[in-house]
């Protein structure tokens, strides 16, 4: 089936690719910590309601895992 010219592969196809891409650095621990630290700065510096946790080693082994289910599941697709 076609919706206009864009399958539903492609689409399948383009998901799979972006969550790859915005994964991969949350599956590498020495890169997640950097990118939280860069999120947690972000959110200091426009002044956003609420606090960023702090990260322990714990929760860095979740982010990892996590990460990594998700560019399986990426690849699968």
């Known amino acids: 089936m ?3 010219t864009c ?3 492609s689409i399948i196809k383009a998901s799979g690719i972006y ?3 915005i994964m991969l650095p949350f599956a590498i621990p020495g890169v997640a910590e950097l990118v939280l630290t860069f999120i947690s700065q972000m959110h200091y510096e ?3 309601k609420g606090s960023m946790p702090e990260f322990s080693h714990l929760h860095l082994m979740f982010v990892n895992i996590m990460a990594s289910i998700s560019i399986v599941w990426g690849l699968s697709g």
Do not use: H, K, N, T
């Open 46 to 48: 426009f002044l956003l």
């Open 2 to 4: 076609r919706i206009g």
């Open 19 to 21: 969550d790859i891409l």
């Open 7 to 9: 399958s539903y592969r």
